[in-house]
């Protein structure tokens, strides 16, 4: 029970202290400390990020979601192709998804041109790719569960 606990709260705010944790979770510091220690070294926590308002940090890049429709592989499935697709900077997130396609990628680049290159010169040239469907990001509102964006003022004049 106290590592799901830790998790959800690691999820909301991975900078909380050990000590601000263990008052969270009526424990020890030192029980949180290595509660945490043993989630990092099972591979159940695998690193830390950072949610980052793109706009606000004035990073000129361009993120899409790549629907993938692939053959399985034999002996492997979906994994080894899964696993290449993985290994390119641009990909971000690689997931099996049920319904029309198989994989969903997430993708980062400088520009429009240059995802549209990644995809027709590096993903759809991949043997087992049978076809793509490639989607821009024009607007982050929410990202694992933080608000990017506020509400913002209504710019437009009031007419009567």
Same mark, same amino acid.
């Given at each position: ?6 998790? =959800? ?7 909380? &202290? ?40 004035? /990073?000129?890049? !361009?993120? *899409?979601?790549?629907?993938?429709? %692939? ?13 290449? %697709? ?26 429009? /041109?240059? %995802?549209?290159?990644? !995809?027709? =010169? ?6 087992? !790719?049978?076809?793509? *469907? ?11 569960? %933080? ?9 437009? &004049?009031?007419?009567?």
């Amino acid at each position: 029970m106290l590592e799901k606990e830790l998790l =959800q709260l690691l999820k909301q705010n991975a900078r909380l &202290s050990n000590e601000e944790l263990a008052v969270m979770l009526n424990t020890t510091k030192t029980i949180v400390a290595d509660t945490i220690a043993t989630l990092e070294h099972t591979g159940v926590i695998k690193g830390y990020s950072v949610i980052v308002d793109e706009e606000l940090a004035e /990073r000129d890049t !361009v993120s *899409a979601y790549i629907e993938l429709r %692939i053959t399985p592989q034999p002996n492997c499935g979906f994994d080894e192709l899964a696993r290449a %697709i993985s290994s390119y900077e641009e990909v971000d997130s690689v997931t099996l998804m049920s319904g029309s396609y198989d994989l969903g990628l997430t993708v980062t680049g400088k520009s429009l /041109r240059d %995802i549209a290159n990644f !995809v027709a =010169q590096r993903l759809s040239t991949i043997n087992g !790719v049978l076809s793509t *469907a490639t989607h821009f990001v024009l607007k982050r509102y929410k990202e694992k569960g %933080i608000l990017i964006q506020g509400e913002s003022e209504d710019e437009r &004049s009031v007419v009567s």
